[in-house]
């Protein structure tokens, strides 16, 4: 038996389409918010935009779940109105002029990746410091990068996720993950070649 049978997830989406459980809709809110929203803001590169797109895709997930054709993994699907999502906003005026805002006061980015030990990071300050101006220049660096190396860099980099479910999130044949993403990585590492201790 395939593995896309054995997703946990369907059990849930079954129960909500026939009306079973009222409360399967929120157990999914539940269980993806937390991503949802780490996507949104790293795409995104802002806190205010990641928290209205991930509004907008749970809203969509709710109109759209009763068509969900159990043909993907339910965490497929979400991730492909996640990513459609994210590129609209984008597309936006109001996301564009508060992009030109937020580079003219980067201190209000947001801290999206943290690298190496935890404890190092808080109890040390000139660590600290050295991290907050990583991560904002990771951030920096990956809102550089196009629309599609900047979701394979996400999904594959900072998610974890396999080239096959990269492929099928995205419908990408592997062969182009893996280009695209190695074009991805030349592009930001190049911005950020002073900070390779932390990488």
Known sequence: MP???RDPDFNLVHAFIQGKEHGAINMLILKYQDQVFNFCCR???NEEDARDCSQ???IKVFKNLNGF???SKF???IYRIMINTC???VRSKNYRQRKKTLRQNPITRPEQVKYGNENDYYSNPEYAL???QFNQAFQESLDQLNRVQKSLIILRDLEGRSYDEISKITGLKTGTVKSSLARARYKMADKLKDYRNAM
């Open 56 to 58: 907008e895709i749970f």
């Open 87 to 89: 590129n609209e906003m």
């Open 69 to 71: 054709r159990f043909k």
């Open 3 to 5: 593995d896309i049978i």
């Open 75 to 77: 965490s497929s699907w």
């Open 130 to 132: 050295y991290r907050k």
């Open 43 to 45: 795409f995104l590169g």
